[in-house]
């Protein structure tokens, strides 16, 4: 099999993957994570059935592959999601460290459908005080000590 | 209390549990979620204890407050974290709907102690040939129908 097809195949199951959330009322949303030619992870969008909004596939099928792998980082894998990945699910891509993303849908067909990730993806670029949630900052001062308490900590476990 | 004094009160919740995240060997962040002056949910960082790179203070505050209010939404409650949110945790904001955030230490901080969450910051904002993790766009052929079907499906619950 041509590396071609076996990408044709895991975005397949990822297609799949979201039509069967559709038929079981989640979201249109599906993702396979594969590493060394083998499925580790699998995630549809689960946030209204799981009272969840961070549920989206690619959140999901990241923790399931983590959880798989024992590991915070997923290093050589790929991850094949049925729609573009929104702002919060391409940072928690850049965060697993995955090596490289397939994607079907664009944003552009994810807002046609109501899914209007543009808003978030110019929120993340505007200057805090523009945004449409205020972010505010206080304490810093109370805060920053924490940090240095982090830093001069032996014992952790860099990320 | 005025509301001032409430902001202060739940901000040093939320760095006394960054400080007692890194005491126990997790990274040093932590998140409270308040509605209607209530503490309804609480998160630390918990990348490395859970195997799990989406596990930041405050996706984990955001999934344990809709847990406890049963609801995907978090309309009216505000977010206090003892640090500026990375673009994964900001996208969840926006699409759990909290009404206003309150940070302390800023994304420079975290940069100068390892989170650098600056890359991704870039990443986002550019051309998806430019990313440094690649993003391929293939099959939407075979994909958009799946989203026809949500459209077309009447018993769904939009979000």
């Given at each position: 099999?041509?590396?071609?097809?076996?990408?044709?195949?895991?975005?397949?199951e990822?297609?799949?993957?979201?039509?069967?959330?559709?038929?079981?009322?989640?979201?249109?949303?599906?993702?396979?994570?594969?590493?060394?030619?083998?499925?580790?992870?699998?995630?549809?969008?689960?946030?209204?059935?799981s009272?969840?909004?961070t549920?989206?596939?690619?959140?999901?099928?990241?923790?399931?592959?983590?959880?798989?792998?024992?590991?915070?980082?997923?290093?050589?894998?790929?991850?094949?999601?049925?729609?573009?990945?929104?702002?919060?699910?391409?940072?928690?891509?850049y965060?697993?460290?995955?090596?490289?993303?397939?994607?079907?849908?664009?944003?552009?067909?994810?807002?046609?459908?109501?899914?209007?990730?543009?808003?978030?993806?110019?929120?993340?670029?505007?200057?805090?005080?523009?945004?449409?949630?205020?972010?505010?900052?206080i304490?810093?001062?109370?805060?920053?000590?924490?940090?240095?308490?982090?830093?001069?900590?032996?014992?952790?476990?860099?990320?």
């Amino acid at each position: 099999m041509s590396i071609n097809e076996d990408h044709k195949k895991f975005m397949t199951e990822a297609i799949i993957l979201s039509q069967e959330s559709v038929s079981r009322g989640g979201g249109p949303f599906g993702t396979v994570i594969v590493k060394d030619g083998k499925v580790v992870g699998r995630g549809v969008n689960r946030v209204t059935k799981s009272n969840d909004p961070t549920a989206h596939g690619e959140i999901v099928a990241i923790r399931e592959a983590c959880a798989n792998l024992n590991s915070f980082r997923l290093d050589d894998c790929v991850l094949y999601t049925s729609c573009e990945p929104c702002p919060m699910c391409l940072g928690a891509i850049y965060w697993s460290r995955v090596k490289e993303v397939f994607f079907a849908n664009t944003r552009e067909d994810a807002a046609s459908i109501g899914f209007d990730d543009a808003l978030i993806y110019d929120e993340i670029s505007a200057p805090l005080h523009d945004r449409k949630i205020e972010f505010r900052q206080i304490m810093r001062e109370e805060a920053i000590p924490v940090f240095h308490s982090w830093t001069k900590k032996e014992d952790k476990i860099p990320y």
